[in-house]
């Protein structure tokens, strides 16, 4: 199992940027595919977007489409979430995650291990 470790987190205005990182240790990296969840206050947890072992596929959410980037350095065994143009509805606790298998669309079953989280606030 890989070990993950979420960072970047706190406060930003809406229509700012922000960039999560997730490092991973205790596995090999480059063989995993990552995902980034979020869990906004009183709701559900979802999905925001996954990248697979290589970068070269990429999954997002519709409604961060065009506004996240998801990317992967596997030197540094890290993955990033650049978020871009913020709302406040992207308030939340943000996790990656690592999965084996490449989907056509996850669920948080496909993904195996998990991070602590993140939290950040968008103010308006």
């Known amino acids: 199992q890989v070990q993950l470790v979420e960072s970047g987190g706190g406060l930003v205005q809406a229509g700012g940027s922000l960039r999560l990182s997730c490092a991973a240790s205790?596995?090999?990296?480059?063989?995993?595919?990552m995902g980034w969840f979020r869990q906004p206050p009183g709701k559900e947890g979802e999905f925001v977007a996954a990248?697979?072992?290589?970068?070269?596929?990429?999954y997002y959410r519709d409604s961060v489409k065009g506004r996240f980037t998801i990317s992967r350095d596997n030197a540094k065994n890290t993955v990033y979430l650049q978020m871009d143009n913020l709302e406040s509805e992207d308030t939340a606790v943000y996790y990656c995650?690592?999965?084996?298998?490449?989907?056509?669309?996850?669920?948080?079953?496909?993904?195996?291990?998990w991070g602590q989280g993140t939290h950040f606030t968008v103010s308006s």
């Open positions: 995650a690592a999965a084996r298998m490449w989907k056509s669309s996850f669920t948080r079953d496909d993904f195996g291990s």
């Open positions: 205790g596995s090999t990296f480059s063989t995993y595919h």
């Open positions: 990248i697979n072992w290589s970068g070269n596929l990429l």
